[in-house]
Nanobody, 114 residues
């Protein structure tokens, strides 16, 4: 079964950090680029970050540059999103995606609030 499962979300204070994980199964992860997206209530889904299959190339949305870092461990079949200096506007459900397969996870909730 092709599957992505996000984890690591939760409630944090502004300025805090979280590390999200996206665990893959049912396919060869190291063949594919992986993206992180987020969607807040009432807003459209936006791209947060993307990493190439080898991990050698990364992209970030303007709103998270300098604060978020994407990485991957193909041996563990997992992609990570380290989120530092979190802001209330980062509150959203975060999803991982395999664009070339059209596969999405179910998402993990991140809430940044004092």
């Amino acid at each position: 079964q092709v599957q992505l499962v996000e984890s690591g979300g939760g409630l944090v204070q502004p300025g805090g950090s979280l590390r999200l994980s996206c665990a893959a199964s049912g396919f060869t992860l190291d063949y594919y680029a992986i993206g992180w997206f987020r969607q807040a209530p009432g807003k459209e889904r936006e791209e947060v970050s993307c990493i190439s299959s080898s991990g050698g190339s990364t992209t970030y949305g303007d709103s998270v540059k300098g604060r978020f870092t994407i990485s991957r461990d193909n041996a563990k079949k997992t992609v990570y999103l380290q989120m530092n200096n979190l802001k209330p506007e980062d509150t959203a459900v975060y999803y991982c995606n395999v664009p070339n397969l059209g596969v999405w996870g179910q998402g993990t909730q991140v809430t940044v609030s004092s």
